[in-house]
């Protein structure tokens, strides 16, 4: 009998094959995904010790114990309280919701329908198609009414076509939806006609609806149309009239549609041939929407095909569902106390100026930058020059907020029912207002960071500016390759292939020569090719989709090394590293696969091992030589901003 021979260790690895791992692999074999999230890594551990915090502290107002300084969070607590109130939730069930479901069931036709539209809008349930309201791209000093695609059953119009994930997908989308229809008061037979026209109208919309990659290009989602041309194509129903109901006097007579065809094709959607499809459709999909709003079993059943979809194992503690759900609704008030309680001015003030050397290194960038010609060099540093800075948290709270009463004799539902439709017309509302450019579009305690072309600023939410991204405690080079290199992410939205778009106002504004444009187009093209077709956990990523991010991240890194040269015996290891570490991450295999579908990020550790593969310093530090994984000839690499 043969002994079995003892294995050889595995070769260590090396950041010149593999910086991810090298930097990482310790970390990924500890980290253990939670069981009530798809994934866990440097972005959402800090997720988690901001909760874990502020759900302590929630704790401690829901007892009387502390007070948040910050009125609307009061009315956040008193949600939070309501939705833990298990027993009432379990008792009432789904009768909460019965009135509006019935009121749905009970449309007949078109015109039963129209009748009761706009009630139907202002209580949040789901159209065929999204109404909203944005900036007006064309002036962005006021709003436009917008009329986009509506969401489908599987996350992307091309998973339709893949017969198995598509049979796979559309067995756990019914089962959890026959699950909440066997609440209903629905017959059995009923049940399952609603959930046959549910799927068989989705099937309509899917053919209509721009992919993920086709939505990735989001200048190509403005597009005016006339109100009377919009209206004739959405028959059977009335646009004129939803319009009117809504906003008066006030309806705009344009609307910027972001799928033209979908609208224009929309009778092959919806006619009086399906129309008890459609309100079939409309009732499961308000079931859906309204779930969290019932029993804690009900919302656990509502979200059954969204865990399918990413991996998560169960749902969150009732604790944690509560403060999840009590923190996103009222998320500037709860951001603004985050921020005052745990953000310090010293940080503040250090990282603002980091953002002004940034802006500085990518105006001298702009100025050497050899493919643009001086006319469009001028107008590029007056965009960099306006961007508005939003870092940590704001000065206040809109008061929105504090409009939201949560009152002691509300039951959950009522509550979050009234919360919902106060969302709703604050959004419709915007559309007879001037656009506010002080409003933040993310909250305080959000581990995240973003670019908004409409407004030209950055934001930097207070939770962000922590380890590993940034620490006053931290080398300077480390905060370079963290959260500096987030910040010219950022910056770089402003000059990707979406952004590159806008002027310094937000407004979509030709201001590149032509001969210019093509050059930036080339690059771009360069970029896409670099990236597309990565093998990636069975999947492939899709360099298109991917590729406004890819430039930023590029931007980013370029900008910050540009920094990097002016310190004195810059520590280039140490920047590369860390940027490699604030990419960490451990996904279920359901959420990589859903990811690689409709994110337009690309992977987290091609995040970490591309990005430096351009840069002559990443070969200087490591001594990468051409036998090494991370190697690229020189030819191949990319460099834009």
């Given at each position: 009998?043969?002994?079995?021979?003892?294995?050889?260790?595995?070769?260590?690895?090396?950041?010149?094959?593999?910086?991810?791992?090298?930097?990482?692999?310790?970390?990924?074999?500890?980290?253990?995904?939670?069981?009530?999230?798809?994934?866990?890594?440097?972005?959402?551990?800090?997720?988690?010790?901001?909760?874990?915090?502020?759900?302590?502290?929630?704790?401690?107002?829901?007892?009387?114990?502390?007070?948040?300084?910050?009125?609307?969070?009061?009315?956040?607590?008193?949600?939070?309280?309501?939705?833990?109130?298990i027993d009432a939730r379990e008792a009432a069930g789904i009768t909460p919701l019965l009135p509006l479901l019935t009121k749905i069931k009970d449309v007949r036709d078109a015109a039963g329908y129209n009748a009761v539209a706009a009630q139907l809008l202002l209580e949040g349930v789901p159209f065929p198609f999204d109404v909203d309201v944005n900036e007006?791209?064309?002036?962005?000093?006021?709003?436009?009414?917008?009329?986009?695609?509506?969401?489908?059953?599987?996350?992307?119009?091309?998973?339709?076509?893949?017969?198995?994930?598509?049979?796979?997908?559309?067995?756990?989308?019914?089962?959890?939806?026959?699950?909440?229809?066997?609440?209903?008061?629905?017959?059995?037979?009923?049940?399952?006609?609603?959930?046959?026209?549910?799927?068989?109208?989705?099937?309509?919309?899917?053919?209509?609806?721009?992919?993920?990659?086709?939505?990735?290009?989001?200048?190509?989602?403005?597009?005016?149309?006339?109100?009377?041309?919009?209206?004739?194509?959405?028959?059977?129903?009335?646009?004129?009239?939803?319009?009117?109901?809504?906003?008066?006097?006030?309806?705009?007579?344009?609307?910027?549609?972001?799928?033209?065809?979908?609208?224009?094709g929309f009778c092959e959607i919806l006619s009086g041939d399906n129309f008890e499809q459609f309100i079939h459709w409309t009732y499961v999909n308000a079931l859906i929407a309204y779930a969290p709003a019932l029993s804690r079993t009900i919302a656990g059943l509502a979200n059954a095909y969204r865990r399918r979809l990413t991996g998560v194992k169960e749902?969150?503690?009732?604790?944690?569902?509560?403060?999840?759900?009590?923190?996103?609704?009222?998320?500037?008030?709860?951001?603004?106390?985050?921020g005052r309680a745990y953000f310090g001015e010293e940080a503040k003030a250090d990282v603002v100026d980091m953002v002004r050397q940034i802006i500085a290194a990518y105006r001298t960038r702009i100025a050497d930058n050899d493919f643009l010609s001086p006319a469009t060099k001028e107008k590029a540093i007056l965009k960099l020059d306006e961007i508005k800075?939003?870092?940590?948290?704001?000065?206040?709270?809109?008061?929105?907020?504090?409009?939201?009463?949560?009152?002691?004799?509300?039951?959950?539902?009522?509550?979050?029912?009234?919360?919902?439709?106060?969302?709703?017309?604050?959004?419709?509302?915007?559309?007879?207002?001037?656009?506010?450019?002080?409003?933040?579009?993310?909250?305080?305690?959000?581990?995240?960071?973003?670019?908004?072309?409409?407004?030209?600023?950055?934001?930097?939410?207070?939770?962000?500016?922590?380890?590993?991204?940034?620490?006053?405690?931290?080398?300077?080079?480390?905060?370079?390759?963290?959260?500096?290199?987030?910040?010219?992410?950022?910056?770089?939205?402003?000059?990707?292939?979406?952004?590159?778009?806008?002027?310094?106002?937000?407004?979509?504004?030709?201001?590149?020569?032509?001969?210019?444009?093509?050059?930036?187009?080339?690059?771009?093209?360069?970029?896409?090719?670099?990236?597309?077709?990565?093998?990636?956990?069975?999947?492939?990523?899709?360099?298109?989709?991917?590729?406004?991010?890819?430039?930023?991240?590029?931007?980013?890194?370029?900008?910050?090394?540009?920094?990097?040269?002016?310190?004195?015996?810059?520590?280039?290891?140490?920047?590369?590293?860390?940027?490699?570490?604030?990419?960490?991450?451990?996904?279920?295999?359901?959420?990589?696969?859903?990811?690689?579908?409709?994110?337009?990020?690309?992977?987290?550790?091609?995040?970490?091992?591309?990005?430096?593969?351009?840069?002559?310093?990443?070969?200087?530090?490591?001594?990468?030589?051409?036998?090494?994984?991370?190697?690229?000839?020189?030819?191949?690499?990319?460099?834009?901003?």
């Amino acid at each position: 009998m043969s002994k079995k021979q003892p294995q050889a260790p595995a070769a260590p690895v090396r950041p010149q094959d593999d910086l991810y791992r090298f930097v990482n692999g310790e970390q990924l074999a500890a980290l253990q995904i939670p069981s009530d999230m798809p994934a866990i890594g440097s972005f959402v551990s800090l997720h988690l010790d901001v909760e874990k915090q502020l759900m302590s502290d929630f704790e401690a107002f829901a007892r009387g114990e502390k007070d948040p300084g910050v009125p609307a969070v009061a009315d956040a607590v008193r949600l939070y309280k309501k939705a833990l109130d298990i027993d009432a939730r379990e008792a009432a069930g789904i009768t909460p919701l019965l009135p509006l479901l019935t009121k749905i069931k009970d449309v007949r036709d078109a015109a039963g329908y129209n009748a009761v539209a706009a009630q139907l809008l202002l209580e949040g349930v789901p159209f065929p198609f999204d109404v909203d309201v944005n900036e007006d791209v064309n002036d962005t000093s006021r709003q436009c009414l917008c009329l986009f695609d509506p969401p489908t059953i599987l996350p992307d119009k091309n998973l339709y076509d893949k017969k198995l994930v598509r049979f796979l997908l559309l067995s756990s989308y019914k089962k959890m939806v026959a699950s909440l229809l066997a609440l209903t008061h629905l017959t059995k037979a009923e049940q399952k006609t609603y959930l046959r026209d549910t799927v068989a109208f989705d099937d309509r919309l899917r053919q209509k609806v721009k992919s993920q990659v086709e939505a990735a290009d989001y200048v190509k989602l403005f597009n005016p149309m006339s109100v009377d041309e919009a209206a004739e194509c959405l028959k059977p129903l009335d646009l004129k009239g939803l319009l009117r109901d809504v906003w008066g006097d006030a309806a705009p007579g344009t609307i910027n549609v972001g799928t033209p065809d979908f609208v224009r094709g929309f009778c092959e959607i919806l006619s009086g041939d399906n129309f008890e499809q459609f309100i079939h459709w409309t009732y499961v999909n308000a079931l859906i929407a309204y779930a969290p709003a019932l029993s804690r079993t009900i919302a656990g059943l509502a979200n059954a095909y969204r865990r399918r979809l990413t991996g998560v194992k169960e749902e969150p503690a009732a604790e944690k569902q509560a403060f999840r759900l009590a923190s996103a609704l009222y998320d500037q008030p709860v951001g603004l106390y985050y921020g005052r309680a745990y953000f310090g001015e010293e940080a503040k003030a250090d990282v603002v100026d980091m953002v002004r050397q940034i802006i500085a290194a990518y105006r001298t960038r702009i100025a050497d930058n050899d493919f643009l010609s001086p006319a469009t060099k001028e107008k590029a540093i007056l965009k960099l020059d306006e961007i508005k800075i939003k870092m940590g948290y704001p000065d206040g709270c809109d008061a929105y907020y504090d409009s939201l009463k949560v009152r002691e004799e509300d039951t959950f539902f009522d509550a979050m029912r009234a919360i919902l439709c106060a969302r709703i017309r604050r959004r419709i509302d915007k559309l007879t207002r001037p656009t506010d450019f002080t409003e933040w579009n993310m909250p305080g305690h959000m581990v995240n960071a973003s670019y908004d072309p409409f407004k030209n600023d950055i934001t930097f939410p207070a939770a962000i500016l922590q380890k590993p991204f940034y620490s006053l405690t931290q080398k300077r080079e480390e905060n370079l390759g963290g959260i500096g290199t987030v910040i010219g992410h950022e910056i770089s939205h402003a000059f990707d292939n979406n952004g590159a778009h806008f002027d310094e106002h937000g407004n979509l504004h030709d201001w590149w020569t032509e001969e210019d444009f093509k050059q930036f187009e080339a690059r771009t093209q360069g970029m896409i090719e670099q990236y597309d077709g990565i093998p990636f956990h069975g999947g492939k990523v899709n360099g298109k989709l991917v590729v406004s991010e890819n430039i930023a991240d590029n931007g980013g890194m370029a900008a910050t090394l540009e920094i990097m040269r002016d310190l004195p015996d810059a520590d280039y290891k140490a920047y590369f590293m860390n940027f490699a570490r604030v990419w960490c991450q451990k996904a279920s295999e359901s959420y990589i696969r859903l990811l690689l579908t409709n994110d337009v990020h690309s992977p987290a550790e091609l995040r970490a091992n591309m990005t430096p593969r351009n840069f002559a310093e990443w070969y200087a530090a490591f001594d990468v030589a051409p036998t090494d994984g991370m190697y690229i000839p020189e030819d191949k690499r990319v460099a834009i901003w």
